[in-house]
């Protein structure tokens, strides 16, 4: 009985090899998509739990319009469960590169930026526990002194913007503000408005700075 049946079998492939290798390749196909499909979200909570991890990407981000003193720092430290907090400066300003306005936000850095390990484009390594959010450095070099700033490498990208470039702002007194290196952080997300790409772009200056939430500026980098 197994002997007829086989040969059943083996006749109905060979009268009609052609539907059969067509049937099988649509399962193969269809098995393949299935198993990339069941990977995928694995795949990506692991790449992405790396990258986190690797950067020290914060839990929670605390606001104030009005700033925080070193009493509220000294304050959160000592919540239970926090075991590092980085104080920032940050504000929004528009920058202007070929006749294109950029809503961009600058960013400051703590110093441990400058000794941070990131040559494996995946960690940035720091002894400085207090060091969150770090970002990764693709190319140029670490701000070192009041004046520079590093650019984030999706805006290099977008544009074609290379190291060297010059990078001036207008933020109250501050002016004449250059650039000596790019880091990546995914941040900018390109939107479509009147026949021009707006990007949302994040710049990163030493922490010397004195930055206030709300302040407004003119940011432009000539090519």
Same mark, same amino acid.
């Given at each position: 009985?197994?002997?007829?049946?086989?040969?059943?079998?083996?006749?109905?492939?060979?009268?009609?090899?052609?539907?059969?290798?067509?049937?099988?390749?649509?399962?193969?196909?269809?098995?393949?998509?299935?198993?990339?499909?069941?990977?995928?979200?694995?795949?990506?909570?692991?790449?992405?739990?790396?990258?986190?991890?690797?950067?020290?990407?914060?839990?929670?981000? =605390? !606001? %104030?319009?009005?700033?925080?003193?070193? *009493?509220? /720092? +000294?304050?959160?430290?000592?919540?239970?469960?926090?075991?590092?907090?980085?104080?920032?400066?940050?504000?929004?300003?528009?920058?202007?590169?070929?006749?294109?306005?950029?809503?961009?936000?600058?960013?400051?850095?703590?110093?441990?930026?400058?000794?941070?390990?990131?040559?494996?484009?995946?960690?940035?390594?720091?002894?400085?526990?207090?060091?969150?959010?770090?970002?990764?450095?693709?190319?140029?070099?670490?701000?070192?002194?009041?004046?520079?700033? =590093? !650019? %984030?490498?999706?805006?290099?990208?977008? *544009?074609? /913007? +290379?190291?060297?470039?010059?990078?001036?702002?207008?933020?109250?007194?501050?002016?004449?503000?250059?650039?000596?290196?790019?880091?990546?952080?995914?941040?900018?997300?390109?939107?479509?408005?009147?026949?021009?790409?707006?990007?949302?772009?994040?710049?990163?200056?030493?922490?010397?700075?004195?930055?206030?939430?709300?302040?407004?500026?003119?940011?432009?980098?000539?090519?």
């Amino acid at each position: 009985m197994r002997g007829a049946f086989n040969k059943d079998v083996l006749r109905s492939v060979t009268h009609s090899l052609g539907r059969f290798l067509a049937i099988a390749a649509i399962v193969a196909l269809g098995t393949g998509f299935y198993a990339g499909l069941r990977m995928t979200a694995p795949d990506m909570k692991l790449a992405a739990d790396e990258y986190f991890d690797g950067t020290s990407l914060m839990d929670i981000r =605390v !606001l %104030s319009t009005l700033g925080l003193t070193d *009493d509220d /720092i +000294a304050a959160l430290r000592h919540v239970e469960g926090v075991e590092a907090v980085m104080p920032a400066r940050e504000t929004d300003v528009m920058a202007s590169i070929d006749g294109e306005q950029y809503a961009t936000r600058v960013h400051s850095l703590p110093d441990a930026a400058r000794t941070s390990d990131t040559s494996d484009g995946v960690h940035a390594r720091s002894d400085d526990p207090d060091y969150l959010n770090r970002p990764l450095l693709v190319r140029g070099s670490w701000p070192q002194k009041t004046g520079e700033c =590093v !650019l %984030s490498a999706n805006l290099v990208e977008n *544009d074609a /913007i +290379a190291v060297g470039d010059t990078l001036t702002y207008t933020l109250d007194t501050f002016e004449g503000e250059t650039f000596v290196g790019t880091v990546t952080k995914i941040y900018a997300v390109g939107t479509k408005k009147q026949n021009a790409t707006y990007f949302d772009v994040r710049i990163t200056l030493p922490s010397d700075k004195a930055l206030l939430p709300g302040m407004n500026g003119t940011v432009t980098i000539n090519k």
